[in-house]
Protein backbone atom coordinates (compact mmCIF):
# COMPACT_ATOMS: atom_id res chain seq x y z
CA UNK A 1 0.00 0.00 0.00
CA UNK A 2 2.93 2.47 0.51
CA UNK A 3 3.97 2.99 -2.88
CA UNK A 4 0.22 3.38 -4.21
CA UNK A 5 -0.53 6.51 -1.64
CA UNK A 6 2.77 8.39 -3.30
CA UNK A 7 0.65 9.09 -6.68
CA UNK A 8 1.94 9.77 -10.49
CA UNK A 9 4.52 11.60 -10.16
CA UNK A 10 5.99 8.73 -7.69
CA UNK A 11 4.84 6.20 -10.87
CA UNK A 12 6.42 8.75 -13.29
CA UNK A 13 9.41 8.33 -11.49
CA UNK A 14 9.73 4.71 -11.25
CA UNK A 15 11.59 4.55 -14.98
CA UNK A 16 15.04 3.36 -13.97
CA UNK A 17 17.18 4.55 -16.82
CA UNK A 18 17.42 8.32 -16.16
CA UNK A 19 20.52 8.63 -18.36
CA UNK A 20 20.65 12.03 -20.74
CA UNK A 21 23.40 12.10 -23.04
CA UNK A 22 25.17 15.61 -22.09
CA UNK A 23 23.84 15.74 -18.70
CA UNK A 24 26.66 16.35 -16.17
CA UNK A 25 26.38 16.13 -12.28
CA UNK A 26 29.85 17.41 -11.80
CA UNK A 27 31.54 21.00 -13.08
CA UNK A 28 35.47 20.57 -13.12
CA UNK A 29 37.69 24.45 -13.34
CA UNK A 30 39.30 24.98 -16.51
CA UNK A 31 42.20 23.30 -16.89
CA UNK A 32 45.24 26.11 -15.25
CA UNK A 33 47.97 23.65 -16.42
CA UNK A 34 49.30 22.53 -19.69
CA UNK A 35 47.15 20.05 -21.69
CA UNK A 36 48.91 16.79 -21.82
CA UNK A 37 48.78 14.06 -24.57
CA UNK A 38 46.57 11.48 -22.74
CA UNK A 39 47.05 8.90 -25.29
CA UNK A 40 51.10 9.29 -25.59
CA UNK A 41 51.19 9.31 -21.37
CA UNK A 42 49.24 6.23 -20.72
CA UNK A 43 50.24 4.18 -23.69
CA UNK A 44 48.21 1.04 -23.57
CA UNK A 45 46.00 2.18 -20.80
CA UNK A 46 44.72 5.04 -22.54
CA UNK A 47 40.92 4.22 -23.41
CA UNK A 48 39.91 5.11 -27.26
CA UNK A 49 35.89 4.64 -26.54
CA UNK A 50 34.56 6.91 -23.37
CA UNK A 51 33.53 4.86 -21.07
CA UNK A 52 29.42 3.77 -20.93
CA UNK A 53 28.66 5.64 -17.71
CA UNK A 54 24.97 7.08 -16.97
CA UNK A 55 24.78 10.72 -17.30
CA UNK A 56 23.38 12.33 -14.87
CA UNK A 57 22.48 15.64 -12.49
CA UNK A 58 23.19 15.14 -9.08
CA UNK A 59 19.70 15.13 -8.14
CA UNK A 60 19.15 12.26 -10.31
CA UNK A 61 21.37 11.01 -8.73
CA UNK A 62 19.86 11.62 -5.23
CA UNK A 63 16.61 11.04 -6.20
CA UNK A 64 17.57 7.72 -7.80
CA UNK A 65 19.54 5.74 -4.90
CA UNK A 66 17.18 7.26 -2.02
CA UNK A 67 14.20 5.95 -4.06
CA UNK A 68 15.71 2.24 -4.43
CA UNK A 69 16.98 2.52 -0.50
CA UNK A 70 12.62 2.86 -0.36
CA UNK A 71 12.12 -0.31 -2.71
CA UNK A 72 13.40 -2.58 0.02
CA UNK A 73 11.36 -3.79 2.86
CA UNK A 74 13.56 -3.09 5.80
CA UNK A 75 12.99 -3.87 9.41
CA UNK A 76 12.72 -0.21 9.83
CA UNK A 77 9.99 0.50 7.24
CA UNK A 78 8.01 -2.28 8.81
CA UNK A 79 6.96 -6.01 10.67
CA UNK A 80 9.69 -8.14 8.94
CA UNK A 81 7.83 -11.52 10.07
CA UNK A 82 10.26 -13.95 8.69
CA UNK A 83 10.46 -17.13 10.75
CA UNK A 84 13.51 -18.59 11.65
CA UNK A 85 15.12 -15.21 10.53
CA UNK A 86 14.49 -13.45 13.21
CA UNK A 87 14.57 -10.07 11.82
CA UNK A 88 13.87 -7.75 14.51
CA UNK A 89 14.64 -4.09 15.43
CA UNK A 90 18.17 -3.20 15.58
CA UNK A 91 19.07 -0.58 18.08
CA UNK A 92 20.87 2.47 16.93
CA UNK A 93 23.01 2.77 19.69
CA UNK A 94 24.55 -0.66 18.66
CA UNK A 95 25.49 1.12 15.57
CA UNK A 96 26.83 4.44 17.43
CA UNK A 97 29.29 2.22 19.22
CA UNK A 98 30.23 -0.24 16.80
CA UNK A 99 31.41 2.82 14.88
CA UNK A 100 33.58 4.24 17.41
CA UNK A 101 36.90 4.41 15.73
CA UNK A 102 38.95 2.38 18.08
CA UNK A 103 36.48 -0.79 17.47
CA UNK A 104 35.96 0.20 13.85
CA UNK A 105 39.16 1.59 12.54
CA UNK A 106 41.45 -1.14 14.59
CA UNK A 107 43.81 -2.92 12.37
CA UNK A 108 42.78 -6.65 12.61
CA UNK A 109 46.83 -7.00 13.17
CA UNK A 110 47.48 -4.31 15.98
CA UNK A 111 49.83 -5.62 18.15
CA UNK A 112 47.44 -6.73 21.23
CA UNK A 113 48.58 -4.10 23.19
CA UNK A 114 47.18 -1.23 21.03
CA UNK A 115 43.68 -3.35 21.25
CA UNK A 116 43.20 -3.93 24.78
CA UNK A 117 39.78 -2.65 24.80
CA UNK A 118 38.48 -4.90 21.61
CA UNK A 119 40.45 -7.57 23.17
CA UNK A 120 38.72 -7.19 26.84
CA UNK A 121 34.97 -6.40 24.61
CA UNK A 122 36.01 -9.87 22.75
CA UNK A 123 36.91 -11.79 26.36
CA UNK A 124 33.62 -10.45 27.81
CA UNK A 125 31.59 -11.25 25.34
CA UNK A 126 32.90 -14.60 25.44
CA UNK A 127 32.10 -14.90 28.50
CA UNK A 128 28.52 -13.73 28.40
CA UNK A 129 27.67 -16.09 25.78
CA UNK A 130 29.04 -19.09 27.60
CA UNK A 131 26.83 -17.70 30.74
CA UNK A 132 23.95 -16.98 28.67
CA UNK A 133 24.11 -20.54 26.79
CA UNK A 134 25.65 -22.93 29.81
CA UNK A 135 28.84 -23.80 27.92
CA UNK A 136 31.70 -23.67 29.74
CA UNK A 137 34.06 -21.82 26.35
CA UNK A 138 32.65 -19.66 23.38
CA UNK A 139 35.05 -18.98 20.34
CA UNK A 140 34.20 -15.98 18.50
CA UNK A 141 35.61 -16.80 15.20
CA UNK A 142 32.60 -18.12 13.07
CA UNK A 143 31.51 -15.58 10.36
CA UNK A 144 27.77 -16.71 10.41
CA UNK A 145 25.64 -19.48 11.83
CA UNK A 146 26.50 -21.88 8.70
CA UNK A 147 30.24 -21.40 9.90
CA UNK A 148 29.67 -21.74 13.55
CA UNK A 149 27.94 -25.57 12.76
CA UNK A 150 30.72 -26.11 9.98
CA UNK A 151 33.45 -25.59 13.10
CA UNK A 152 31.13 -27.32 15.44
CA UNK A 153 30.78 -30.79 13.52
CA UNK A 154 34.80 -30.44 12.67
CA UNK A 155 35.26 -30.07 16.61
CA UNK A 156 32.97 -33.05 16.85
CA UNK A 157 34.85 -35.11 14.26
CA UNK A 158 38.23 -34.45 15.70
CA UNK A 159 37.31 -35.13 18.93
CA UNK A 160 36.21 -38.99 18.01
CA UNK A 161 39.46 -39.12 16.28
CA UNK A 162 41.24 -38.27 19.14
CA UNK A 163 39.29 -41.12 21.12
CA UNK A 164 41.28 -43.21 17.76
CA UNK A 165 37.28 -43.73 16.68
CA UNK A 166 35.85 -42.01 13.98
CA UNK A 167 32.35 -42.35 13.36
CA UNK A 168 30.49 -41.58 10.30
CA UNK A 169 26.79 -40.78 10.71
CA UNK A 170 25.09 -37.69 12.12
CA UNK A 171 21.53 -37.95 12.93
CA UNK A 172 19.21 -35.07 11.89
CA UNK A 173 15.55 -34.33 12.72
CA UNK A 174 13.38 -34.15 9.34
CA UNK A 175 12.62 -31.03 10.82
CA UNK A 176 15.96 -29.47 10.58
CA UNK A 177 17.19 -26.11 8.67
CA UNK A 178 19.08 -27.60 5.70
CA UNK A 179 22.38 -25.73 6.80
CA UNK A 180 22.58 -29.01 9.17
CA UNK A 181 22.73 -31.50 6.80
CA UNK A 182 25.36 -29.20 4.52
CA UNK A 183 27.37 -28.80 7.28
CA UNK A 184 27.67 -32.52 8.81
CA UNK A 185 27.85 -33.70 4.94
CA UNK A 186 30.84 -31.15 4.60
CA UNK A 187 32.59 -33.23 7.39
CA UNK A 188 32.39 -36.51 5.36
CA UNK A 189 29.87 -37.64 7.81
CA UNK A 190 26.75 -39.55 5.83
CA UNK A 191 23.17 -38.14 7.52
CA UNK A 192 20.59 -40.55 9.23
CA UNK A 193 17.48 -37.97 8.91
CA UNK A 194 15.07 -38.87 11.92
CA UNK A 195 11.11 -38.46 11.98
CA UNK A 196 9.77 -36.57 14.22
CA UNK A 197 6.75 -37.54 15.71
CA UNK A 198 2.72 -36.15 15.21
CA UNK A 199 2.97 -33.81 17.57
CA UNK A 200 6.51 -32.76 15.96
CA UNK A 201 8.27 -33.27 18.43
CA UNK A 202 11.24 -35.53 18.27
CA UNK A 203 10.66 -38.46 20.48
CA UNK A 204 13.16 -40.64 22.58
CA UNK A 205 11.83 -43.83 21.19
CA UNK A 206 12.94 -42.39 17.21
CA UNK A 207 16.49 -41.11 18.55
CA UNK A 208 17.22 -44.77 20.26
CA UNK A 209 15.98 -46.75 17.08
CA UNK A 210 18.58 -44.34 15.32
CA UNK A 211 21.15 -44.88 17.84
CA UNK A 212 24.76 -47.09 17.75
CA UNK A 213 28.21 -47.06 17.75
CA UNK A 214 28.97 -45.30 14.21
CA UNK A 215 26.64 -42.28 15.54
CA UNK A 216 29.23 -39.10 16.20
CA UNK A 217 26.25 -36.95 16.85
CA UNK A 218 22.74 -35.76 16.72
CA UNK A 219 22.20 -32.06 15.72
CA UNK A 220 19.09 -30.39 17.28
CA UNK A 221 17.34 -26.82 17.18
CA UNK A 222 15.63 -26.29 20.19
CA UNK A 223 12.45 -25.06 20.06
CA UNK A 224 12.68 -26.56 16.70
CA UNK A 225 11.74 -24.99 13.21
CA UNK A 226 8.26 -25.95 13.87
CA UNK A 227 8.73 -23.11 16.91
CA UNK A 228 8.22 -26.10 19.35
CA UNK A 229 9.98 -26.95 22.50
CA UNK A 230 11.41 -30.32 22.13
CA UNK A 231 10.30 -31.41 25.47
CA UNK A 232 12.32 -34.95 25.35
CA UNK A 233 15.57 -32.86 24.98
CA UNK A 234 16.93 -34.17 28.24
CA UNK A 235 16.26 -37.84 27.78
CA UNK A 236 17.27 -37.53 23.73
CA UNK A 237 20.48 -36.25 24.94
CA UNK A 238 21.05 -39.08 27.76
CA UNK A 239 20.54 -41.70 24.97
CA UNK A 240 23.06 -39.90 22.48
CA UNK A 241 25.28 -39.58 25.28
CA UNK A 242 25.28 -43.10 26.39
CA UNK A 243 25.82 -44.41 22.78
CA UNK A 244 29.09 -42.76 22.93
CA UNK A 245 27.64 -39.66 20.65
CA UNK A 246 27.91 -36.27 21.04
CA UNK A 247 24.70 -33.40 20.67
CA UNK A 248 25.33 -30.23 18.43
CA UNK A 249 22.40 -27.80 19.40
CA UNK A 250 21.46 -25.21 16.02
CA UNK A 251 21.19 -21.87 18.73
CA UNK A 252 19.33 -19.98 16.19
CA UNK A 253 16.28 -19.64 18.00
CA UNK A 254 17.89 -18.92 20.88
CA UNK A 255 15.76 -15.67 21.81
CA UNK A 256 13.06 -18.17 22.57
CA UNK A 257 15.13 -19.58 25.82
CA UNK A 258 17.25 -16.21 27.04
CA UNK A 259 17.13 -15.89 30.65
CA UNK A 260 14.57 -19.13 31.07
CA UNK A 261 16.91 -21.69 30.32
CA UNK A 262 19.89 -22.91 28.77
CA UNK A 263 20.95 -25.37 26.03
CA UNK A 264 23.84 -26.62 27.97
CA UNK A 265 21.71 -27.37 30.68
CA UNK A 266 19.24 -29.40 28.06
CA UNK A 267 22.78 -31.99 27.58
CA UNK A 268 23.84 -29.83 24.63
CA UNK A 269 28.06 -29.95 24.13
CA UNK A 270 28.25 -27.53 21.07
CA UNK A 271 26.26 -25.03 19.94
CA UNK A 272 26.50 -21.99 17.42
CA UNK A 273 25.10 -18.66 17.97
CA UNK A 274 23.69 -16.11 15.29
CA UNK A 275 24.40 -12.88 16.77
CA UNK A 276 22.47 -11.10 13.80
CA UNK A 277 19.67 -12.85 15.14
CA UNK A 278 19.54 -13.19 18.75
CA UNK A 279 21.67 -10.17 19.66
CA UNK A 280 20.37 -7.72 16.88
CA UNK A 281 22.35 -6.67 14.04
CA UNK A 282 21.12 -5.57 10.30
CA UNK A 283 20.84 -8.81 8.52
CA UNK A 284 19.60 -10.14 4.89
CA UNK A 285 20.64 -9.92 1.75
CA UNK A 286 23.50 -12.36 2.63
CA UNK A 287 25.20 -10.90 5.63
CA UNK A 288 26.39 -9.60 7.47
CA UNK A 289 26.84 -12.16 10.45
CA UNK A 290 28.59 -13.70 13.35
CA UNK A 291 28.22 -17.45 14.73
CA UNK A 292 29.93 -17.98 17.33
CA UNK A 293 30.65 -21.41 18.68
CA UNK A 294 30.05 -22.57 22.39
CA UNK A 295 31.22 -25.97 23.74
CA UNK A 296 31.50 -27.81 26.81
CA UNK A 297 35.40 -28.67 28.63
CA UNK A 298 35.45 -31.91 26.58
CA UNK A 299 35.39 -29.99 23.21
CA UNK A 300 37.33 -27.15 24.49
CA UNK A 301 40.63 -27.91 23.04
CA UNK A 302 39.64 -28.05 19.13
CA UNK A 303 38.31 -25.07 19.44
CA UNK A 304 38.75 -22.49 16.55
CA UNK A 305 41.71 -19.87 17.31
CA UNK A 306 42.71 -17.41 18.04
CA UNK A 307 40.60 -17.63 21.52
CA UNK A 308 41.57 -14.11 24.10
CA UNK A 309 43.03 -14.76 27.01
CA UNK A 310 43.47 -12.53 30.26
CA UNK A 311 46.94 -12.66 31.97
CA UNK A 312 47.42 -12.37 35.76
CA UNK A 313 48.28 -8.87 35.53
CA UNK A 314 44.99 -7.99 33.28
CA UNK A 315 46.38 -7.31 30.09
CA UNK A 316 44.68 -9.47 27.02
CA UNK A 317 46.21 -11.06 24.70
CA UNK A 318 45.61 -13.29 21.44
CA UNK A 319 45.66 -17.26 22.46
CA UNK A 320 46.89 -19.11 19.38
CA UNK A 321 48.86 -22.18 20.73
CA UNK A 322 46.29 -24.42 21.03
CA UNK A 323 47.56 -27.95 19.90
CA UNK A 324 44.64 -29.48 19.22
CA UNK A 325 42.91 -26.78 17.49
CA UNK A 326 40.54 -27.08 14.52
CA UNK A 327 42.59 -24.20 13.24
CA UNK A 328 41.52 -20.92 11.83
CA UNK A 329 38.48 -19.99 10.09
CA UNK A 330 39.30 -16.93 7.96
CA UNK A 331 42.14 -14.47 8.02
CA UNK A 332 41.57 -12.37 10.60
CA UNK A 333 38.73 -11.93 13.57
CA UNK A 334 35.53 -12.19 11.69
CA UNK A 335 32.78 -9.18 11.62
CA UNK A 336 34.16 -7.99 14.64
CA UNK A 337 31.45 -4.84 14.48
CA UNK A 338 28.92 -7.24 15.41
CA UNK A 339 30.70 -8.28 18.10
CA UNK A 340 30.42 -4.39 19.11
CA UNK A 341 26.88 -4.93 18.54
CA UNK A 342 25.78 -8.04 20.58
CA UNK A 343 27.83 -7.24 23.44
CA UNK A 344 26.51 -3.50 23.53
CA UNK A 345 22.72 -5.11 22.89
CA UNK A 346 23.24 -7.73 25.82
CA UNK A 347 25.16 -5.40 28.23
CA UNK A 348 22.18 -2.59 27.83
CA UNK A 349 19.59 -4.78 28.37
CA UNK A 350 21.38 -6.75 30.94
CA UNK A 351 20.06 -10.38 32.34
CA UNK A 352 16.39 -8.79 33.11
CA UNK A 353 15.71 -7.24 30.11
CA UNK A 354 17.09 -10.31 28.36
CA UNK A 355 14.75 -12.48 29.69
CA UNK A 356 11.77 -9.51 28.61
CA UNK A 357 12.97 -10.06 25.08
CA UNK A 358 12.33 -13.54 25.29
CA UNK A 359 9.00 -13.21 26.76
CA UNK A 360 7.87 -10.48 24.44
CA UNK A 361 9.07 -12.80 21.45
CA UNK A 362 6.83 -15.87 22.58
CA UNK A 363 3.61 -13.60 23.73
CA UNK A 364 3.98 -12.19 20.29
CA UNK A 365 3.75 -15.51 17.89
CA UNK A 366 1.49 -17.21 20.34
CA UNK A 367 -0.90 -13.97 19.97
CA UNK A 368 -0.44 -13.98 16.42
CA UNK A 369 -1.30 -17.66 16.31
CA UNK A 370 -4.13 -16.94 18.37
CA UNK A 371 -5.44 -14.22 16.01
CA UNK A 372 -4.84 -16.49 12.54
CA UNK A 373 -6.08 -20.00 14.37
CA UNK A 374 -9.05 -21.04 11.84
CA UNK A 375 -8.62 -18.92 9.14
CA UNK A 376 -5.29 -21.11 8.58
CA UNK A 377 -4.83 -24.67 9.32
CA UNK A 378 -2.28 -24.47 12.52
CA UNK A 379 -0.63 -28.35 11.70
CA UNK A 380 0.24 -29.01 15.70
CA UNK A 381 -2.04 -28.00 18.70
CA UNK A 382 -1.07 -26.50 21.70
CA UNK A 383 1.21 -22.84 22.10
CA UNK A 384 4.57 -22.41 20.50
CA UNK A 385 7.86 -20.35 21.21
CA UNK A 386 8.93 -17.43 19.06
CA UNK A 387 7.77 -18.44 15.72
CA UNK A 388 4.15 -20.27 14.80
CA UNK A 389 3.47 -22.69 11.29
CA UNK A 390 0.24 -22.57 9.81
CA UNK A 391 -0.49 -23.63 6.42
CA UNK A 392 -2.85 -22.95 3.21
CA UNK A 393 -4.61 -26.21 4.06
CA UNK A 394 -7.92 -24.61 4.88
CA UNK A 395 -7.80 -22.62 1.54
CA UNK A 396 -7.43 -26.01 -0.57
CA UNK A 397 -10.72 -25.78 -2.75
CA UNK A 398 -10.29 -22.32 -3.76
CA UNK A 399 -6.98 -22.90 -5.69
CA UNK A 400 -5.37 -20.20 -3.75
CA UNK A 401 -1.88 -21.97 -2.45
CA UNK A 402 0.74 -20.42 0.47
CA UNK A 403 2.63 -18.58 -2.13
CA UNK A 404 -0.24 -16.87 -3.26
CA UNK A 405 -0.81 -15.49 -0.37
CA UNK A 406 2.90 -14.46 0.27
CA UNK A 407 2.59 -12.23 -3.04
CA UNK A 408 -0.67 -10.75 -1.67
CA UNK A 409 0.75 -9.61 1.41
CA UNK A 410 3.74 -7.63 -0.71
CA UNK A 411 0.48 -5.49 -1.86
CA UNK A 412 -0.24 -5.01 1.24
CA UNK A 413 3.73 -3.56 2.21
CA UNK A 414 4.49 -6.16 4.14
CA UNK A 415 7.68 -8.63 3.81
CA UNK A 416 6.34 -12.34 3.48
CA UNK A 417 7.30 -15.03 6.06
CA UNK A 418 9.09 -17.93 5.47
CA UNK A 419 7.69 -20.07 3.02
CA UNK A 420 7.57 -23.70 2.29
CA UNK A 421 9.67 -24.39 5.03
CA UNK A 422 9.98 -26.79 7.36
CA UNK A 423 9.51 -29.12 5.14
CA UNK A 424 7.25 -31.31 7.22
CA UNK A 425 4.03 -29.15 6.95
CA UNK A 426 2.92 -28.86 3.36
CA UNK A 427 2.45 -25.38 2.06
CA UNK A 428 3.70 -24.17 5.57
CA UNK A 429 3.76 -20.56 6.69
CA UNK A 430 6.09 -19.81 9.55
CA UNK A 431 5.92 -16.42 11.18
CA UNK A 432 8.25 -14.95 13.47
CA UNK A 433 6.96 -11.70 14.67
CA UNK A 434 10.04 -11.36 17.28
CA UNK A 435 9.68 -9.38 20.52
CA UNK A 436 9.91 -5.71 18.69
CA UNK A 437 6.39 -5.58 17.61
CA UNK A 438 3.74 -3.54 19.70
CA UNK A 439 0.26 -5.08 19.94
CA UNK A 440 -1.10 -2.31 17.32
CA UNK A 441 1.68 -3.57 14.61
CA UNK A 442 0.34 -7.39 15.26
CA UNK A 443 -3.14 -6.22 14.83
CA UNK A 444 -2.76 -4.92 11.37
CA UNK A 445 -0.73 -7.57 10.19
CA UNK A 446 -2.80 -10.12 11.43
CA UNK A 447 -5.94 -8.13 9.48
CA UNK A 448 -4.47 -8.30 6.66
CA UNK A 449 -4.03 -12.01 6.88
CA UNK A 450 -7.45 -12.41 8.16
CA UNK A 451 -8.40 -9.58 4.87
CA UNK A 452 -6.41 -11.97 2.51
CA UNK A 453 -8.21 -15.25 3.19
CA UNK A 454 -11.21 -13.36 3.60
CA UNK A 455 -10.85 -12.34 -0.39
CA UNK A 456 -9.30 -16.30 -1.27
CA UNK A 457 -13.01 -17.10 -0.64
CA UNK A 458 -14.53 -14.16 -2.49
CA UNK A 459 -12.38 -13.80 -5.41
CA UNK A 460 -9.64 -16.14 -5.51
CA UNK A 461 -8.27 -14.88 -9.15
CA UNK A 462 -7.00 -11.65 -7.61
CA UNK A 463 -4.89 -13.22 -4.82
CA UNK A 464 -3.52 -15.58 -7.75
CA UNK A 465 -2.74 -12.56 -9.65
CA UNK A 466 -0.46 -10.71 -6.59
CA UNK A 467 1.54 -8.47 -6.39
CA UNK A 468 0.00 -6.01 -8.76
CA UNK A 469 1.43 -3.10 -6.68
CA UNK A 470 5.42 -3.84 -7.68
CA UNK A 471 7.42 -3.12 -10.21
CA UNK A 472 8.06 -6.59 -11.29
CA UNK A 473 4.94 -8.99 -10.28
CA UNK A 474 6.08 -12.82 -10.30
CA UNK A 475 9.92 -13.17 -11.36
CA UNK A 476 11.37 -16.62 -12.62
CA UNK A 477 12.72 -17.05 -9.29
CA UNK A 478 14.86 -20.32 -9.87
CA UNK A 479 16.39 -17.96 -12.56
CA UNK A 480 16.56 -15.28 -9.86
CA UNK A 481 18.59 -17.66 -7.54
CA UNK A 482 21.07 -19.06 -9.77
CA UNK A 483 21.96 -16.29 -12.28
CA UNK A 484 21.34 -13.04 -9.85
CA UNK A 485 21.93 -9.67 -11.81
CA UNK A 486 23.21 -7.83 -9.18
CA UNK A 487 24.88 -4.86 -10.82
CA UNK A 488 23.66 -2.39 -13.29
CA UNK A 489 25.11 -2.93 -16.62
CA UNK A 490 24.66 -0.72 -20.39
CA UNK A 491 21.92 -1.86 -22.58
CA UNK A 492 23.19 -4.33 -24.86
CA UNK A 493 23.79 -2.00 -28.27
CA UNK A 494 22.84 -4.46 -30.72
C1 LIG B 1 19.59 -18.90 10.19
C2 LIG B 1 19.69 -20.33 10.58
C3 LIG B 1 20.87 -21.06 10.38
C4 LIG B 1 22.07 -20.53 9.60
O1 LIG B 1 22.59 -19.35 10.10
P1 LIG B 1 23.30 -18.25 9.15
O2 LIG B 1 23.82 -17.26 10.10
O3 LIG B 1 22.24 -17.75 8.24
O4 LIG B 1 24.40 -18.96 8.42
C5 LIG B 1 20.91 -22.36 10.86
N1 LIG B 1 19.85 -22.92 11.47
C6 LIG B 1 18.68 -22.24 11.66
C7 LIG B 1 17.53 -22.92 12.37
C8 LIG B 1 18.55 -20.93 11.22
O5 LIG B 1 17.41 -20.26 11.39
Redesign the pocket.
Known sequence: MRNATRGLAYEEALLFEQSQPGRRGVDLPALDVPEVDAAALLGQAFREEPAELPELSEVDVIRHFTRLSTWNAAVDLGLYPLG???MKYNPKINERLARLPGFALAHPHSPAAQVQGLLQLIYELEASLAAISGLDRVSLQPA??????LAGIMMIRAYHESRGEPRHKVMIPDS?????PASAALNGYDVVSVPSGSDGLLHPEAVEAAMNGDVAALMI?NPN?LGLFETHIGRVCEIVHAGGGLVYG?G??LNALLGHSRPGDMGIDVM?F?L??TFSTP?GGGGP???PVGVKEILAPFLPVPLVARDADGQYHWDEERPQTIGRLHGNHGNVGMLVRAYAYIRSLGPEGLRRCTEMAVLNANYLLSRLRGAFHVPFEGSVMHECVLSDRLLAETGVTTLDVAKRLIDHGYHPPTIYFPLVVAGALMIEPTESESRESLDRFADTLLDIVRETHEDPQAVMAAPQRTRLSRLDETRAARRPVLRWQPDPKE
Open positions: SCTAGAQGEAHGTNTTDANHNHKHGAG
